[in-house]
């Protein structure tokens, strides 16, 4: 079973963007209800200054991170939500 959205106080890792260094952040999840440890995050870089970031043209920096072998096997046909811009266009660009 699946668990959807963030988890209060999870230790998601620290992610950086590779074009600014600023910290990424966290948008939404997806877990393993069997073992919380096994999830898949979807982050945005929120900076507006990245060299990455284009308003006009709905791109900034995004990433997917799996937790695990385990977790990717489990995820990686499972689309993220993504309330910022349409999913369908996230994924396109970034997978
Ligand atoms: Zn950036």
Do not use: T
Not at 22 to 42: D, G, R
Not at 56 to 80: D, K, M, P, T
């Amino acid at each position: 079973m699946i668990l959807g959205g963030l988890k209060k106080n999870f230790p998601y890792p620290e992610k950086f963007c590779p074009y600014c260094n600023k910290p990424l952040i966290a948008i939404n999840a997806i877990h393993s209800a069997e073992n919380l440890h096994n999830f898949k995050v979807l982050y945005f870089d929120n900076n507006i200054d990245c060299p990455a970031y284009d308003e006009g043209a709905r791109l900034a920096y995004a990433r997917i991170y799996y937790s695990s072998q385990e977790a990717y096997n489990a995820f990686y046909n499972v689309e993220i939500p993504v309330q910022r811009w349409s999913q369908e266009y996230l994924y396109s660009i970034y997978k």
